[in-house]
């Protein structure tokens, strides 16, 4: 079946504007997390959903981001006000059943943003 | 927080050789680890997950073994081929957390 997949691929825009991210998990997936990957280091957390809601938003760095997933399945990744230091490749990945039990998450190709 | 990392950062070798990534990683309370491989610009493919309550996983040529009680796992990569030319990455989990926690890999090159 589809893997995880990450629209716009490329993203660029200037300073201050806002965007949206989305991510269509696996089909079936009840769990999805979106991730941050600045050039040569991990992934670091943002926020996990179960379902339609945000059970774990922990890593979101700063109230200019802000995540959605209103129907359990499509999330949307939304940042206010773009600073350059945004810049990254924003990932998402889904996985069957919650966080904390032992299932694969399946990462998407990310959608790089460029912060101008 | 879970520390990762991930010795060697780099590592060329010839075709053909076994190679071994070692990862580390702070807190031993963990559900699972899952290896994955990021090629240049592309997502992450999950390689394997290996439980806690595991020691080793494998998957073809591919070779996790996993020590909790010491924070350490190794990939073993046998007869390394130029297509296994990408970043690994070492991701455990932490109990109490929902997310995965990852290093800043090793970037294997294997030279034809």
């Known amino acids: 079946g589809a893997g995880v997949s990450q629209t716009p691929s490329n993203k660029v825009t200037e300073k201050g504007k806002y965007v949206e991210l989305r991510c269509d998990p696996i089909s079936g997936h009840t769990a999805l997390y979106w991730y941050r990957q600045s050039l040569g280091q991990g992934p670091e957390f943002l926020i996990y959903f179960q379902g339609t809601g945000a059970a774990d938003d922990s890593g979101l760095p700063n109230d200019r981001f802000f995540a959605v997933r209103p129907e359990g399945s499509v999330s949307t990744l939304k940042i206010q006000r773009t600073e350059r230091g945004d810049s990254a490749v924003y990932l998402c990945?889904?996985?069957?059943?919650?966080?904390?039990?032992?299932?694969?998450?399946?990462f998407g190709p990310g959608t790089r943003l460029t912060v101008l | 927080k879970q520390e990762v990392t991930q010795i060697p950062a780099a590592l060329s070798v010839p075709e053909g050789e076994n190679l071994v990534l070692n990862c580390s990683f702070t807190?031993?309370?963990?559900?699972?680890l899952q290896w994955f491989r990021q090629d240049p610009g592309k997502g992450l493919t999950s390689l394997l997950l290996?439980?806690?309550?595991?020691r080793e996983q494998t998957s073809g040529r591919l070779n996790a073994s996993l020590d909790k009680s010491s924070g350490r796992s190794t990939l073993y990569i046998a007869a390394s081929q130029p297509g296994d030319s990408a970043t690994y990455l070492c991701a455990p989990d932490q109990t109490g957390a929902n997310n995965l926690f990852f290093g800043t890999g090793t970037r294997l090159t294997v030279i034809p």
């Open positions: 990945a889904s996985s069957a059943v919650s966080g904390r039990a032992t299932d694969t998450q399946y």
């Open positions: 290996i439980q806690s309550s595991q």
């Open positions: 807190d031993s309370a963990i559900y699972n």
